[in-house]
DNA sequence: CTGAAAGCGCTAACAG
DNA sequence: CTGTTAGCGCTTTCAG
């Protein structure tokens, strides 16, 4: 009682080799019935669970998946409202854990903090079969050196060209399509004519390709913007996003008359600034946003956005882990497009409704 | 590069001993600087990766926390939607995530399915310190066998009265309140008069102290109800409850003028019956849930339902099993439960607005 | 501050 | 079908 009991207790207490104990539990047919309740009876007698440590150790794997992703808690969204605060962190989380579940895996996850020698992704890595990482969530040189050890998937951000991390496998949604689409939708179905985008400060793949879906829709449209976002914060979150747009309103010159965020959660923080302020949408401005998190379309108005096939997403990555670990799949570096889709709800002017998709 | 490098190969590389390797990861103080960076730059070199395994061996603990739940898939939840499929396990995953991050542990989960000597829960509990599960994931003898090796919690479903898992920490919502202030709202502010209730054949204690709470609210309004649900079904789910629905509408004698689901799937499944069969809720027929599932708002007519505190449990859970962890609480099993909080929305007759909590 | 040595609990050939 | 025998890769005293 006072020790975990091991394969050698049970053993003794069933009067056979630890080999068979080991037997019973890997390969229960090639124990004799008999042989095997008795193992079965005498591990139940002492609380017997086997060491997932040890079998790790010995057999060189865990049954285990993993994902990583950022420590994105976003203050403001901690609403008392479970269910707007779902991040999409937890959407691709659903999708890892009901994929790797067929596969007969189990899901580690953990969110990005700590420091030191000991890093998040190190922990994780050690104790999963193969994992996969939202983008930005790990400093690049650290992956580089794990995924020479064990598949890694990526998640968003597409693969840097010349990098290091060419050897990962890569999946990622069309954010330029999307972005490209919205606008468009904003400027020929609502003649919006002065739009602003509102992006981050640190380079990130993913919002930097909106930006260009954005650009590409307003110079096939003829509307004038500076190849810049008009504004750039630090983190995108609702309080960022409502200092941007407070800082558009104020701003010399004419008002945009479209705040288009490369996400919702700034999208959500400037609904609440520019409400503040008693300027109505999409009457006297638009506002967009890019994800679709549940939150987008439980505030007033609806928030019109670009939806990411999250769950979809967890699901692709698992699977390509699994093929990778099964030895199935071992050529090239594969690098998978998910399809977006565009939300229009009203703070674009669309009405709400079955429009969406 | 064809095998993993482990503390050898660092260590000969760096010219120390596997000891000064471990330390480095370990207590990075307790080594001179300059033997620190040789030994990590030899660890970067070689693309080292610490054995998650080989140091749960070692120390005993792996700084993770489990967390096992029903594969609990509702098909008919499969929409599209991946916010409106959002089951509440997936909220409780949520919560003990966060928690489970700000006491520095990782969180494994696994949903139940498969059978055999090596069950879930054991390949669950041979990998983490201690976990959490959601009741009635897993057979009650097999728990209480690894209970006494390791700290588990059980989530809703009251412990068994004089059954072996009594010494199980344990968190249950208010479950017999919650089904009590909902029906008496129904009752007295609706003027219902012939409820019925929609339980489960398989004994489920949740679902029995909902039925109680309903029995109560009856009796204290002098309305007469049969002491067993008016219908039990073999799932809850939505299918279920659309034939459940079905069954009561079509059974002789009057037609019930509410029907108070045991949960919102089932409520859910209802809902789109009852619009089949051209009955209009709540006008000739109110409906209620009970979990408060994103689902239940996005429904039309909105549900009303009990709304359990989700993430607030994933977070006790976290907190209890961190105390036992440490060491610092070593007293009886707890016993906790979470208040929950009565939803009014459109499906009993209250207008859609902020009455939700 | 660093090294040597002894396991941690289990799996995996290899023999019987 | 079952037992023997080596490790798996790391932590951890205990000495220096």
């Not at 040189?141 to 995924?147: A, D, K, N, T, Y």
């Not at 739009?195 to 650009?215: C, H, K, Q, T, W």
Request: overall charge negative; hydrophobic content about 40%.
């Amino acid at each position: 009682m006072t020790v975990t009991p091991t394969v050698y207790d049970v053993a003794e207490r069933s009067g056979v080799s630890i080999a068979t104990v080991s037997r019973v539990y890997r390969t229960p047919d090639s124990v004799r019935a008999s042989t095997r309740e008795r193992v079965l009876a005498a591990a139940r007698e002492l609380g017997y669970v086997p060491s997932g440590n040890a079998r790790g150790l010995a057999s060189r794997s865990t049954g285990v998946l993993g994902l990583c992703f950022p420590d994105y808690a976003d203050p403001a969204a901690d609403t008392d409202d479970d269910d707007a605060a779902m991040l999409y962190s937890d959407q691709i989380i659903r999708g890892m854990e009901r994929a790797a579940r067929r596969h007969g895996y189990a899901l580690l996850i953990a969110a990005s903090l700590q420091g030191g020698p000991e890093s998040l992704v190190a922990k994780v890595a050690g104790r999963v079969d193969g994992f996969a990482v939202l983008a930005r969530t790990v400093p690049t040189e650290e992956l580089e050196v794990i995924s020479r050890r064990r598949p890694v998937v990526m998640l968003a951000g597409p693969r840097e060209g010349t990098d290091s991390l060419d050897h990962l496998d890569h999946i990622e949604v069309a954010n330029e399509d999307g972005q490209r689409e919205l606008t468009r939708h904003l400027l020929a179905d609502h003649g919006i004519r002065r739009p602003a985008y509102i992006g981050m400060i640190e380079e990130s793949p993913d919002v930097e390709a909106r930006f260009r879906g954005f650009l590409d829709a307003c110079r096939d449209a003829g509307v004038e913007v500076a190849g810049e976002p008009a504004v750039r914060v630090g983190m995108m979150t609702q309080a960022e996003g409502a200092r941007a747009a407070a800082l558009l309103c104020e701003r010399p010159g004419e008002r945009p008359d479209a705040f288009v965020f490369a996400n919702d959660q700034m999208a959500v923080g400037a609904l609440r600034e520019l409400e503040r302020r008693g300027l109505r949408v999409p009457e006297d401005a638009v506002v967009t946003g890019f994800d679709g998190i549940p939150l987008s379309r439980l505030v007033r108005p609806a928030l019109t956005t670009v939806r990411q096939p999250m769950v979809r997403m967890g699901e692709e990555a698992t699977d390509l882990l699994v093929q990778r670990l099964s030895g199935r799949y071992t050529g090239a570096p594969v690098s998978r497009m998910l399809p977006v889709s565009v939300v229009r709800r009203a703070s674009c002017g669309c009405a709400e409704g079955r429009t969406q998709s």
